[in-house]
């Protein structure tokens, strides 16, 4: 609503010709920009400029001004209209004679407004540099400090006043908890409580600024940022190892790495000159996109998806800017063209990560274990050498072995005929290869000439042959075959067969599960198989039941079977027989066995085949193998996933409508040109545009990350819509303020550490949160800081203090992600069978940031207050307040057993006496000393339910039965449970999940 | 223009009385204040329907088995499909020149509208006239995630608003014991999207589905811990009451008089939520009409639940029943064993639904929906040569079913080519079937937005329209 009397404009004598900047413009700007300017744009319409008011309504859609026609102009006909619905402006007296025959005059001359110049500056605040502006000289009073004076100086034009400084239980437990997400012990508030040195509060912020959980909690913070989760998301949402990313950004917090390495590292450590591990590993911010593993999916098109990601991403996180509006089309609202979007999409377009794979992939070995995996890899080397090295004794011990073999007659047969269509082809050495069609199981009959020599014994060999999958000698996918039943027969000059009995198979090599025996007991779901064993010639004996005489000619017929599917079928197979009785020695390989019965002029290549072998065996060497194996088997270094740039960069195109299926122009990486030129010496790749962010000059970088640093600590930044600088998002509240801080970050090396220090030493900052209900009224959400902060903290603080409270927080810092109790039935819902295992001892008890994030279905009680599920970025949660949250703190097992664990505390290490120990647990969860009416209510719940549980020791045992160890400090069950209730509702109330 | 941060009630609203206040306004965002969303609530217009039921039916369901029949797939049965047909498509897992297959089951007509239906689907081909059956249903996605994503939250990338979530911001809840959007489960597993399917995107979390679960709690953490009684809980809640009223009155934050009320809102939880849930007061007549088994979940209880819901108020009910992906790789998910199975699950239910909530006289405010994520090939999939019948994933063509709700029953809407590969007919895309669900609603869709990372976002994104010749 504007008042006429406000109003002073200069109209244009009637005799002039109209000037848009001097007689259209104010009049626009006191009649209509109210409802038709930056903010609200009824109508998609803006008449706060020139180009605007020509572009029309619906965002451009439909114009309002027709340039020489006054008929033709809806905005002539809205606000001459008759009809008071219709007529503009909606609300105040319609627009003066003068002030119409303006309108007219300007739109008759041809509705001309002054031309922006292609190359002016932008007037968009966001996209100027900051500069250091003047401190408003506001006095000393009150003010700490320079943020003080700018915040000040605000508050005094609305007519408000500071509040007075909060006590100092109030500021350590807010402080704790903003820095590190941690409530204080006991011990930290009285000692802050107790030092009357000057520069205590000094102290307390430097104790927490250098605490592991400080780093702990900004990393936190920034896993929202980052999408980080432990699944790839879509529909399988598999797991994926990237903790080692993870781990590295607390780190990065922990000895406070600039915000511009950082940046760098992050976006493109794997290109800086001798990256090392730890900067590979930081790349993994951009690899913590989802990917789809789903069934038919264009690998391309989650290779786009993934880029697309990086591209919104990165425009959220460091640019403050909806980058992913120009996607489809050059932004509407921000100077950012569909063109300049895929020359920012270019530079993270030539990664090689596509599709389903996780490919690049690094091996990331933590720096405490560099010094134990270096010395395993380097016994590893050391007994792969010994076990290479031949020596005399070995030359002896082989030469002392005696060949056991005996003489084998190989059959040379006949006939070979595959039941499903396989090619059998007979080869030089009497084997037969099996080729051509691969049927999913198969059945063999063989015959053979016939032979009268006597035999014992039978015997199948499978040999290796490059025909086949990793050489065979089965034709499955990995080389191996299942031999699952044998029949022999003897057929005579009639054509009449009778079965000849095997017994006593045998193999040189059984894969484990697949006996020779399986071959011969009748059983077509047993078998013979060599897994293990691949790509070398094993053999298979067995003895005949009743011995074939010699002198006596004898035709014999084979029929093999191989039902086990899957292609498990042999690949070349060669059959003997022999006269010689069954030695009882382990069978050897046949390669192996005939190289030892020859052993005398091998060629070289025998020899060193029959040594190869020999290694593996000799009795000398058993504890070099031993020793290798269980090296072997102990788990390697943690891998994580990285980005890895190709070697030729991948063409981007602009995609028509952001469709992979429609590339369209090609274009070349490069910056949008409102955010400033790139660094002279910027290479034309992700280490060019990170620098081109932390250059110091970008208009964006400093500013987005300080307002993100101020809505941590107080709640809301001075823009609100942290992702959003443009000229769609929130206009800052405090501007100078925000350009000083930006300013002064960069000036102190991107230090978080010091730019939170400056702010938690201010005045600002230090402020009592209570509020009249006046103040509530005249600033509900403090926009002008005139008190304290005050919201419910996040989900995995609340889990974090319940946990310290209670005093079963682990503080082991880093590693895999833990899995803390969480109710049945959660993963069910998810398309995958992998399920949710609690974790045993400490690992239940760590901190929410190491819990196991899967996006399909993450930790209930962390969704109930409000954590995003990763999917894609979130640059601030909203704060909801809700009885699914009352329902999840009230009975959630895993806080149930926290308040078990708290009210054990309190028996165990609080003072004797109810009153006494119950002021002692509501000052831990709270920092405050609790007054008469509350240790009255909390008194008289604990003697209420002390009394119940005594007469009901069945209640008592339910409620507070855990499954681990618990020092209760002698307490029977009815008085921990009626501790625990109160714990319960200590743990539950407001202040206890508030930082205030 | 202040942000758009709605998470705090504004003083107005928190000293509207709390002790008035409802769970259903509270989850509704009522309590929200009314900054930040551009100015664009509903109901724009008088509402033909107040509710809505979903009956998903994850993983899609084979038309040409249930809804369209295709005389012609018999000519080519087992043949490779006509090349027209294929050229330049990509399938999630058919290779090569795939070969038509004809439906294994007969057809037959039902009712005065003479609506061709499946055998498999007796008791739904019995209620016929009531229906509203659409056989040109087309979708842009054919992968079940992105699918399911795009049909329940009008975009197949993850982030946005789901339908119910829209209808709990837009017009809020009618019941103040219940949230205003709940989910069912139902089948082996849950739907492939996850809970996304029901998430709030960038509205504020309290428009998300709330999930009434089968087994355990109904609602995540509605049981007391083991040992507490209801007594020893009211005990708890006055003292927590008591303290948070002291720390309100010394500190003024108007975030703990909601707290305070969320409390008291969760202890009526814990009773209205088991009462729901408690099918005690249902007589037998309607337990067997539903095919609902004391004791045991699944979809027919959660159909019956979902009439009880909308009888209490709630705004959308959102069932989802896992097991229609017929590829036909086993029997476990083929055309011969598992696709009857799914009818037997769901089929008596979906009809008893209907008929229950016509004869409560529920059904003309009541919007039922029954329909897949996308529709499925008309040919054999033979997936690694499997010699189990299956259809591929499909996204030009699917039929869907409505009841209810002002849609007019009877109605057969759309048609597609002879071997029911293209929709030829009045196609319905995902974003008219959304605009017109809207308009029943008293919802202009194009009204209905959120303003978000720059730009004004709705559940039709900038297509959809409203096909009144759907409605009665």
Request: glycine content about 8%; hydrophobic content about 40%; aromatic content about 8%.
């Amino acid at each position: 609503m504007l008042f006429p009397a406000l109003l002073t404009l200069s109209l244009a004598a009637p005799q002039d010709a109209i000037d848009y900047a001097r007689d259209v413009a104010p009049l626009f700007e006191a009649r209509c920009v109210e409802c038709h300017g930056a903010e609200k744009r009824k109508a998609g319409l803006r008449l706060d400029s020139g180009a605007a008011v020509l572009a029309g309504s619906d965002h451009g859609e439909v114009a309002v001004v027709v340039p020489g026609d006054l008929d033709g102009s809806l905005l002539w006909e809205l606000v001459t209209s008759d009809d008071e619905d219709e007529r503009m402006p909606p609300e105040g007296a319609a627009l003066s004679a003068d002030e119409l025959d303006v309108l007219r005059r300007w739109i008759v001359d041809g509705a001309r407004v002054p031309a922006a110049a292609p190359d002016a500056a932008p007037t968009h605040w966001a996209w100027t540099p900051p500069v250091r502006p003047a401190v408003p000289a506001v006095g000393d009073g009150w003010a700490r400090g320079d943020v003080d004076r700018f915040v000040l100086a605000r508050m005094q034009a609305q007519g408000l006043a500071p509040a007075p400084e909060a006590d100092r239980a109030t500021l350590l437990r807010r402080l704790s908890l903003d820095l590190t997400g941690l409530p204080p012990t006991l011990a930290e508030l009285d000692a802050f409580l107790a030092d009357a040195a000057p520069g205590a509060y000094e102290r307390q912020v430097e104790r927490l600024l250098a605490s592991d959980a400080y780093a702990e909690h900004m990393a936190r913070a920034w896993l929202d940022l980052a999408r980080y989760a432990d699944t790839n998301g879509y529909e399988k949402d598999e797991r994926r190892s990237m903790w080692r990313w993870r781990d590295w950004v607390i780190e990065a917090y922990a000895r406070d790495l600039g915000y511009d390495a950082f940046t760098v590292e992050q976006l493109a450590g794997d290109l800086l000159p001798d990256a090392t591990l730890e900067q590979r590993i930081a790349t993994g911010f951009h690899r913590n996109t989802m990917v789809n593993a789903e069934g038919g999916v264009d690998p391309e098109e989650y290779r786009v998806a993934a880029v697309v990601d990086r591209v919104d991403t990165t425009g959220a996180v460091w640019l403050g800017t909806t980058l992913g509006c120009a996607r489809c089309h050059s932004h509407k609202y921000d100077p950012i063209s569909q063109r300049e979007y895929f020359r920012v999409f270019a530079y993270f377009n030539s990664t090689k990560d596509v599709g389903p794979s996780d490919q690049p992939r690094l091996e990331a070995p933590r720096a405490q274990d560099v010094a134990a995996l270096a010395a395993r890899a380097s016994e590893v080397a050391a007994l792969e050498a010994e076990l290479a090295t031949w020596t005399p004794a070995l030359e002896a011990e082989l030469a002392a072995l005696a060949p056991a073999a005996p003489r084998w007659r190989v059959l040379a047969a006949t006939e070979a005929a595959s039941r499903d269509g396989a090619t059998l082809t007979k080869l030089a050495d009497g084997s037969v290869l099996v080729a051509g069609e691969s049927p999913e199981r198969d059945a063999l009959t063989l015959a053979f000439a016939p032979d009268a020599d006597g035999a014992q014994q039978l015997r199948i060999e499978v040999l290796p042959d490059d025909a086949h999958p990793r050489r065979g000698p089965g034709r499955a996918g990995n080389g191996n075959f299942v031999l699952s039943e044998l029949r022999a027969f003897l057929v005579d000059e009639a054509g009449a067969r009778t079965p000849l009995a095997l017994a006593d198979a045998r193999a040189d090599y059984e894969q484990p599960g697949w006996p020779a025996a399986g071959v011969v007991d009748g059983d077509a779901a047993t078998g013979w198989a060599v897994d293990g064993g691949i790509g070398r010639a094993h053999q298979w004996v067995a003895r005949l039941a009743v011995p074939l005489p010699a002198d006596v000619p004898a035709r014999l017929e084979l029929e093999l079977d191989e039902a086990y599917g899957g292609r498990h079928t042999i690949g070349r197979l060669r059959v003997s027989l022999s006269n010689d009785a069954p030695s009882g020695a382990a069978l050897l390989p046949p390669d192996v066995e005939d190289l030892l019965a020859r052993r005398e002029g091998l060629a070289d290549a025998e020899r060193e085949t029959l040594r190869a072998w020999f290694r593996g065996q000799a009795a000398a060497l058993a504890p070099a193998r031993e020793r290798l194996a269980a090296l072997r088997a102990l788990p390697g270094p943690p891998t994580t996933l990285v980005m890895e740039e190709l070697p030729a960069p991948r063409a981007t195109h602009v995609l028509e409508r952001g469709s992979f299926l429609a590339p369209g122009e090609e274009v070349a990486c490069g910056v949008p040109a409102v955010m400033g030129p790139l660094p002279d010496d910027a290479p034309a790749n992700r280490l060019g545009f990170a620098r081109w962010l932390v250059s110091g000059a970008h208009p964006l970088t400093a500013r987005v990350e300080v307002n993100r640093l101020w809505a941590q600590l107080f709640g809301r930044g001075l823009v609100t819509t942290e992702q959003d600088f443009g000229t769609q998002g929130a206009t800052p509240t405090h501007p100078a303020l925000l350009d000083w801080l930006a300013v002064e970050f960069v000036e102190r090396g991107w230090s978080t550490k010091a730019l939170l220090r400056e702010l938690v030493t201010s005045a600002t900052y230090r402020q009592d949160s209570r509020v009249s209900a006046d103040a509530l009224a005249r600033d509900p959400a403090n926009v002008w800081l005139a008190r304290g902060a005050r919201y419910r903290v996040d989900a995995e603080v609340v889990r974090d203090t319940a946990l310290a409270l209670s005093g079963l927080l682990d503080r082991t810092v880093g590693g895999p992600s833990v899995f803390p109790p969480q109710v049945p039935g959660i993963w069910r819902q998810t398309y995958s069978d992998d399920r949710w295992s609690n974790s045993d001892g400490g690992d239940r008890f760590r901190r929410g940031l190491y819990t196991f994030w899967r996006r399909t279905a993450p930790y209930p009680t962390f969704v109930a207050f409000d954590a995003p599920s990763r999917e894609v970025v979130c640059t601030r949660r909203s704060r909801s307040n809700t009885p699914l949250q009352a329902l999840a703190l009230l009975n959630d097992p895993a806080y149930v057993e926290l308040a078990v664990g708290l009210a054990a505390r309190a028996l165990r290490e609080g003072p004797q006496g109810d009153r006494a120990r119950l002021a002692w647990a509501f000052r831990l969860c709270t920092a405050r000393a609790a007054d008469a009416a509350e240790l009255d209510v909390l008194a008289a719940l604990l003697d209420g339910e002390r009394a119940h549980f005594a007469a009901d020791p069945d209640a008592a045992a339910a409620l507070v039965r855990v499954p681990f160890e618990l020092d209760r400090g002698g307490a029977d069950d009815a008085e921990l449970a009626a501790w625990t209730l109160t714990a319960n509702v200590l743990l539950n109330l407001a202040e206890t999940v508030t930082r205030s | 223009m202040d942000a758009p941060l709605p998470q705090r009630p504004s003083r107005r609203d928190v000293l509207g009385g709390f002790a008035a206040a409802s769970l259903g306004s509270l989850l509704a965002g009522r309590a929200f204040g009314e900054g930040g969303a551009s100015l664009a609530r509903g109901p724009h217009f008088p509402a033909k329907a107040k509710h809505v039921i979903w009956l998903h039916m994850a993983g899609s369901p084979s038309q040409l088995d249930l809804f369209d029949e295709k005389p012609k797939l018999r000519d080519f049965d087992r043949k490779p499909i006509p090349p027209e047909f294929v050229a330049g498509e990509r399938f999630a897992f058919i290779e090569g020149t795939p070969k038509v297959l004809a439906s294994p089951y007969a057809f037959a007509r039902h009712g005065e509208c003479g609506a061709n239906l499946s055998e498999l689907l007796p008791h739904t081909a019995a209620i016929a006239d009531k229906l509203t059956i659409v056989r040109s249903m087309v979708t842009d996605q054919f992968n079940h995630t992105p699918a399911q994503i795009f049909l329940n939250t009008g975009s197949p990338v993850l982030g946005r608003p789901s339908v119910g979530a829209w209808l709990s911001y837009g017009l809020g809840s009618e019941c103040d014991d219940l949230p205003a959007f709940v989910v069912m489960l139902s089948g082996a597993k849950g739907p492939s999207g996850g809970t996304s399917l029901w998430g709030s995107g960038f509205l504020p979390t309290v428009h998300q589905g709330v999930r009434l679960r089968g087994d355990g709690d109904p609602v995540l953490y509605l049981s007391n811990p083991p040992g507490v009684d209801d007594a020893c809980r009211r005990r708890s809640l006055d003292a927590l009451r008591a303290l948070n009223e002291r720390r309100l009155a010394d500190v003024g934050d108007p975030e703990i008089e909601t707290r305070i009320a969320q409390y008291d809102l969760s202890l009526r939880m814990q009773a209205s939520v088991p009462a729901l849930a408690d099918l005690a007061s249902e007589s037998q007549e309607t337990l067997d009409l539903y095919g609902v088994t004391p004791g045991e979940s699944g979809f027919a209880r959660n159909a019956l639940l979902a009439r009880r819901l909308v009888e209490r108020g709630v705004r959308h009910v959102h069932l989802y029943h896992w097991g229609w992906d017929s590829h036909g790789t086993s029997p476990g998910d083929d055309l011969m064993t598992s696709l009857p199975q799914r009818c037997l699950e769901t089929d008596r239910a979906s009809a008893a639904l209907v008929t229950d909530l016509e004869r409560r006289g529920l059904l003309d405010e009541t919007i039922v929906v029954w329909g897949g994520e996308f529709g499925r090939t008309p040919m054999n999939e033979a997936r690694n040569g499997s010699t189990y019948l299956g259809r591929d994933h499909h996204p030009h063509a699917f039929s869907i079913w409505l009841a209810g709700g002002g849609f007019r029953p009877g109605l057969q809407y759309g048609a597609t080519d002879e071997l029911g590969y293209f929709v030829v007919e009045d196609p319905l895309p995902v974003h008219d079937l959304h605009a017109t669900l809207l308009h029943q609603l008293g919802i202009d869709h194009e009204k209905l937005t959120y303003f978000f990372q720059g730009r004004d976002f709705r559940l039709t994104d900038v297509a959809g329209k409203v096909v009144t010749e759907l409605l009665a």
